[in-house]
């Protein structure tokens, strides 16, 4: 079981550049999970898609941030343009049978866009 | 009101004492409640997870739910240093679909 795995460990960029955070949940896992974490406001959730389909997304900050699931074994979050108060560290998670099932974090991507 | 609200702490207790950890939630009509743990620089892990009310125990570690007073509390029994990390509490909320985290609380277990 090689776990989630996200790309990359850590993103440095220039404030208005796009950004692509890759995420691969564990296999047989139907639900996937986006969450960012800060200083100020700890642990968001940002989408969270069941069997590749986005179910709730109310926590998107804004249109510049977009979130794809192709298929069940790849994820995207692309932030377009990034902006400073963007740099946060940001978890992919997935779990067997949704939220009520224990969450398989990845290693998360640190962002720093200056 | 924050939806789950946790001491940031930190808490610091001595070497084989007993941890007492602390979250209360807002939504009265939550159903699911999470445990995890987060060392410095890496991700959350999950410790226990608790739906119904009354204690629930895995080891050194028991989680206690109270629905009519809205709280859920992780103890850790013989605390050890590795137990020293931030712990987070985690909750499905009614209409909710993911979970809602608090701001965790940090322990630090001394020698």
């Known amino acids: 079981d090689a776990g989630v795995i996200q790309s990359p460990r850590h993103e440095v960029t220039e404030m208005g550049q796009e950004v692509t955070l890759r995420c691969k949940p564990i296999?047989?896992?139907?639900?996937l999970f986006w969450y960012r974490q800060t200083m100020m406001r700890g642990l968001e959730l940002l989408i969270y898609?069941?069997?590749?389909?986005?179910?709730?997304d109310s926590g998107m900050p804004e249109d510049r941030f977009s979130a794809k699931m192709p298929n069940a074994s790849f994820s995207t979050l692309k932030i377009q343009p990034s902006e400073p108060r963007d740099s946060a560290v940001y978890f992919c998670?997935?779990?067997?049978?949704?939220?009520?099932?224990?969450?398989?974090f990845g290693n998360g991507t640190r962002l720093t866009v200056t | 009101q924050k939806e789950v609200e946790q001491n940031s702490g930190p808490l610091s207790v001595p070497e084989g004492a007993i941890a007492s950890l602390n979250c209360t939630y807002s939504?009265?009509?939550?159903?699911?409640f999470f445990w995890y743990r987060q060392y410095s620089g890496k991700s959350p892990e999950l410790i226990m997870f608790i739906y119904s009310n009354g204690d629930k125990e895995d080891g050194r570690f028991t989680a206690q739910l109270n629905k009519a007073s809205q709280y859920v509390s992780l103890l850790i029994r013989d605390s050890q240093p590795s137990d020293s990390a931030t712990y987070l509490c985690?909750?499905?909320?009614?209409?909710?679909?993911?979970?809602?985290f608090g701001s965790g609380t940090r322990l630090q277990v001394q020698p």
């Open positions: 985690a909750v499905i909320g009614t209409g909710r679909r993911a979970l809602t």
């Open positions: 296999s047989g896992h139907n639900s």
């Open positions: 998670a997935s779990s067997p049978f949704g939220p009520n099932s224990p969450l398989h």
């Open positions: 939504d009265r009509g939550s159903q699911s």
């Open positions: 898609f069941n069997n590749n389909v986005p179910i709730d």
